[in-house]
């Protein structure tokens, strides 16, 4: 399960804290960028707009706390105001700092407590999210149909993350009948927004042969797609490639450089990938 407080990024001009006109998100999310940027007048002009009660202010200024001053404490204040007035996003993010514990002693249930609320209002990562709970069985009894019935709700709405989880539950047939065809599908809607777990899985579906016919140009194509993004998994299924020479001349020099950038990011892939550099070392 992937889950995120969105993170502020672009610069804004003046928000009259006295207009009687609720704040945008648009308007509260350069703010917060600003802030973040070190502005003091924004940083001022966001607080003013959240201590006077708007909802969208709050909820971004929880962002900036958490990405500028890591102070969980505050993130988790400024949602708790904003959740509230029943903002969804704030109810979501809610939501992830109680399923990782940060500002709050970690809590499965409250955080599934938080993505329900965020989720009745239609919030896509919060349907992924409780998707993520029913599959794993955090805070709920284990059931992968009601975790596939969260994720067709998200990625009804392009949620990316859902649909790469969809592909994996078609993939391996949990909460739906096994297919194939149906988890490459998946895979492809979100590879297509930059999904690098699925990128990688479309590499192992062409590596195999399930769901496609087997191209190991294609797989490779996919793994350097997936590589690019620094995912592990890629880089050592692209070392292999090249250790193999399955849709590249065979290089076993290539094959240890990707294998040492996935050592690189420890973990069980990266203790996978040390253990094939030892044995190509030792020839």
Known sequence: MQARIVIPLALMGLFSVGSAYA???TQAKQLAIAAYKGHATDLANLESAAM???A???LWLGDYYAYAKKDYAKVV???EKAAAQGNADAESDLGVVYHIGQGVPQDYAKANYWYE???AQGNARAECNLGGAYHK???VPQDYAKAVYWWKKAAAQGYAVAENNLGVAYHKGEGVPQDYAKAVYWYEKAAAQGIAGA???LGISYYKGEGVPQDYAKAVYWYENAAAHEYARGELNLGNAYYKGQGVPQDSMAAITWWKKAAAQGGSVGRSAQQLINMAERG
């Open 137 to 139: 069985g955090e805070g």
């Open 52 to 54: 006077s009660g708007d």
């Open 117 to 119: 609320k965020a989720a």
């Open 199 to 201: 990128e990688n899985n």
């Open 56 to 58: 969208t202010a709050q």
């Open 23 to 25: 704040m945008t998100s």
């Open 77 to 79: 204040y400024w949602l």
